[in-house]
């Protein structure tokens, strides 16, 4: 494999060396006027050889052949222009200050018995004349490699139309005529700027704006449609969904314009669009700002690590450089996975997985001592709606108890930071679920009360695509079984945020210096459950209701058709951190609460339903229980849109 780069060097330098004598040749055919003398020959002849050596010299100084030719850039063409001063500033030197000093030479041009400097106009031709043809060869063979490796690779390449004409587009489609085994070729451009209908990128037509995409798509033989722009709107998305679903190609997306703009995006990331793509609203990143690193260096315990929402928040505090992550929770298999995954990527000794149940007060607090953990992340819980409604013991025994159990371990240890995820079901909850979660508000809130550490704070979320129970899966297998798509009402609505969203919302509001808040994420308009599955019907292939149908089957106990995630008489106020509000919560009387919660835990110890929903109404006023049957749901399951947590 190195001789035959040497050899390709090799020739490329041959041919150059070629140009640069043609090009001083061209320099003493203009000088004399096409009339070159005998003795002017002979110098040429004479003066050839060393500028060669020179021009080549100075070529592979600057690296101008190490390129790949399909990869010829400005860059190259900088190196071109630079390597060429050099070795003219080198030739200028020569016939300024050598040329004299060599006695005359019997037939060639001689001045006062010294050998005759060049004419300055042949160094300048010849400066003009070696630019243009080393520039026009190397990118003539660019082309020429270009158009080979298009042509030879395109019978197996998918053809695509690229919509998006401007810098992610220009990006992306330079990417994939340069990939070699790119698995697409790129045909045309898509754009809705109607000024840029004709222009020419990379080669490539701006064929026409989206609306002409169907009509595109058969006339350039598309396979696919990749989409390469700075903004997609999803009501965009969603509409150029359907036309490539009319026509029977592929539609993908560019997971990051820019990390493409970068340079830091492969063709294998490129995606199919997903259900996250036409949620309505942009997705929200939360950075921590500089110098706001609260992690490092510190010794975190994540409680419900093999979660959904627990997994993520390790992934994303490993990036924070902590000193220890201890995972805690009680299954055994998810547990032992994300450690195993964040293993591969640190020292071993800064994973700590251990199988615990927050319910289990002395393992809790022995695991506690044994690590010494400064900031607690608690997103262990219960959270389907439907079976809490039918076993309220257990969600008084996770979501209570057990939240309980951490907090006070967390301010006996001198812990600094206590973050509790939390949902928007406990805002005014019809459910138990939604009631219990309010309770954990309330309690850590409590506790803030005896001491300034920990710094007690709490996160709402909306309903997390993604996570475990989440309407996607589930949608996702009943389209995979041909239907139908189960949704308990037309009108419910719900709040979402994808996974990545949620946890950088859980690690932003940790920075918060303030005691008692509760962070929520703006999440715009609410999306209506019956829009969701239409859409990813049709993400899948097939036409809701047509082939797909979709049945109602009536709201769930403790089932609301519309989530909030503040109350009125919540304190809401814009925080610094762009699209997150905070909120002081309402006041409780921490007595009355501490002894609620010894009663409901001696009421789910006995399994006192009733007795159990009762005293939640006792210390969360806005709890009104739906009316229930305490029957564990049967049947084909429905969406009630319970999972908010992960």
């Given at each position: 494999m190195t001789i035959k780069i040497q050899w390709h060097r090799f020739g490329l330098a041959t041919i150059d060396a070629l140009l640069v004598a043609i090009a001083l040749y061209a320099g003493y055919m203009l000088r004399f006027e096409f009339h070159v003398s005998p003795e002017d020959q002979r110098q040429y002849l004479l003066v050839t050889p060393a500028l060669v050596m020179v021009r080549i010299s100075c070529f592979y100084g600057f690296m101008l052949y190490r390129g790949v030719l399909r990869y010829a850039s400005t860059a190259e063409l900088y190196a071109i222009f630079t390597s060429t001063?050099?070795?003219?500033?080198?030739?200028?030197?020569?016939?300024?200050?050598?040329?004299?000093?060599?006695?005359?030479?019997?037939?060639?041009?001689?001045?006062?018995?010294?050998?005759?400097?060049?004419?300055?106009s042949i160094v300048v031709i010849e400066f003009v004349f070696t630019l243009l043809l080393i520039g026009g060869a190397h990118f003539s063979r660019r082309v020429l490699v270009f158009k080979w490796f298009r042509r030879e690779s395109a019978e197996t390449q998918h053809r695509v139309l690229v919509v998006g004409a401007g810098d992610a587009g220009e990006a992306l489609a330079r990417h994939l005529l340069t990939t070699?085994?790119?698995?697409?070729?790129?045909?045309?451009?898509?754009?809705?700027?109607?000024?840029?209908?004709?222009?020419?990128?990379?080669?490539?037509?701006?064929?026409?704006?989206?609306?002409?995409?169907?009509?595109?798509?058969?006339?350039?033989?598309?396979?696919?449609?990749?989409?390469?722009?700075?903004?997609?709107?999803?009501?965009?998305?969603?509409?150029?969904?359907?036309?490539?679903?009319?026509?029977?190609?592929?539609?993908?997306?560019?997971?990051?314009?820019?990390?493409?703009?970068?340079?830091?995006?492969?063709?294998?990331?490129?995606?199919?669009?997903?259900?996250?793509?036409?949620?309505?609203?942009?997705?929200?990143?939360?950075?921590?700002?500089?110098?706001?690193?609260?992690?490092?260096?510190?010794?975190?315990?994540?409680?419900?690590?093999?979660g959904s929402i627990g997994s993520e928040l390790c992934r994303q505090l490993l990036n924070l450089n902590p000193k220890r992550i201890v995972l805690y929770g009680h299954g055994e298999n998810s547990i032992y996975d994300i450690s195993m995954e964040l293993s591969v990527h640190v020292d071993a000794g800064i994973i700590s997985p251990v199988i615990g149940d927050i319910r289990d007060s002395s393992k809790l607090r022995a695991t506690i001592a044994r690590y010494k953990p400064t900031i607690f992340f608690h997103a262990a819980a219960h959270k389907h709606v439907p079976l809490m409604e039918a076993?309220?013991?257990?969600?008084?025994?996770?979501?209570?108890?057990?939240?309980?159990?951490?907090?006070?371990?967390?301010?006996?240890?001198?812990?600094?930071?206590?973050?509790?995820?939390?949902?928007?079901?406990?805002?005014?909850?019809?459910?138990?679920?939604?009631?219990?979660?309010?309770?954990?508000?309330?309690?850590?809130?409590c506790m803030s009360r005896k001491g300034p550490t920990p710094q007690f704070t709490a996160v709402r979320f909306g309903n997390v695509l993604g996570s475990r129970g989440s309407v996607i899966p589930l949608f996702r297998r009943q389209i995979a079984a041909g239907g139908p798509i189960t949704i308990t009402h037309p009108d419910i609505v719900r709040y979402f945020m994808t996974i990545p969203e949620a946890v950088s919302l859980v690690i932003r509001a940790g920075s918060s210096p303030e005691q008692r808040r509760l962070f929520v994420l703006d999440m715009g308009e609410p999306v209506k459950i019956v829009d969701l599955a239409c859409n990813l019907i049709r993400l899948s292939g097939f036409e809701p209701e047509k082939e797909i149908p979709i049945v109602f089957t009536g709201l769930r106990p403790g089932e609301k058709l519309i989530e909030e995630l503040l109350t009125e008489?919540?304190?809401?106020?814009?925080?610094?951190?762009?699209?997150?509000?905070?909120?002081?919560?309402?006041?409780?009387?921490?007595?009355?609460?501490?002894?609620?919660?010894?009663?409901?835990?001696?009421?789910?110890?006995?399994?006192?339903?009733?007795?159990?929903?009762?005293?939640?109404?006792?210390?969360?006023?806005?709890?009104?229980?739906?009316?229930?049957t305490g029957k564990t749901p049967t049947g084909t399951p429905s969406v009630s849109v319970g999972n908010s947590l992960g």
């Open positions: 001063v050099v070795g003219t500033v080198v030739l200028s030197f020569a016939n300024l200050f050598l040329a004299p000093m060599v006695p005359a030479i019997n037939g060639l041009p001689e001045f006062h018995g010294k050998l005759q400097r060049l004419p300055w070699e085994g790119s698995p697409y070729v790129p045909v045309a451009f898509v754009d809705d700027d109607p000024n840029k209908k004709g222009m020419r990128i990379h080669g490539l037509t701006v064929a026409g704006t989206t609306s002409d995409l169907g009509t595109l798509i058969e006339h350039h033989k598309a396979d696919e449609v990749l989409i390469a722009m700075e903004k997609a709107e999803p009501e965009h998305l969603r509409n150029l969904l359907e036309v490539c679903r009319g026509v029977h190609v592929g539609f993908k997306i560019v997971p990051s314009v820019n990390e493409l703009l970068a340079g830091r995006v492969s063709i294998n990331q490129i995606r199919p669009v997903e259900i996250e793509d036409l949620l309505g609203r942009d997705p929200v990143r939360l950075e921590l700002p500089a110098g706001e690193n609260y992690v490092d260096d510190q010794v975190i315990m994540v409680t419900g690590a093999g076993h309220p013991d257990e969600a008084v025994k996770n979501n209570i108890i057990g939240t309980r159990n951490v907090a006070e371990a967390a301010r006996e240890a001198g812990a600094k930071k206590f973050i509790l995820i939390s949902s928007d079901k406990a805002v005014r909850p019809t459910n138990v679920m939604g009631a219990t979660k309010r309770v954990a508000e309330m309690m850590i809130f008489s919540e304190d809401v106020q814009h925080t610094d951190i762009g699209k997150v509000l905070s909120a002081v919560p309402d006041r409780v009387d921490c007595d009355t609460l501490w002894k609620t919660v010894e009663e409901l835990e001696t009421a789910a110890n006995q399994q006192d339903h009733e007795g159990i929903r009762h005293l939640l109404q006792r210390i969360v006023p806005d709890y009104i229980p739906a009316a229930h």
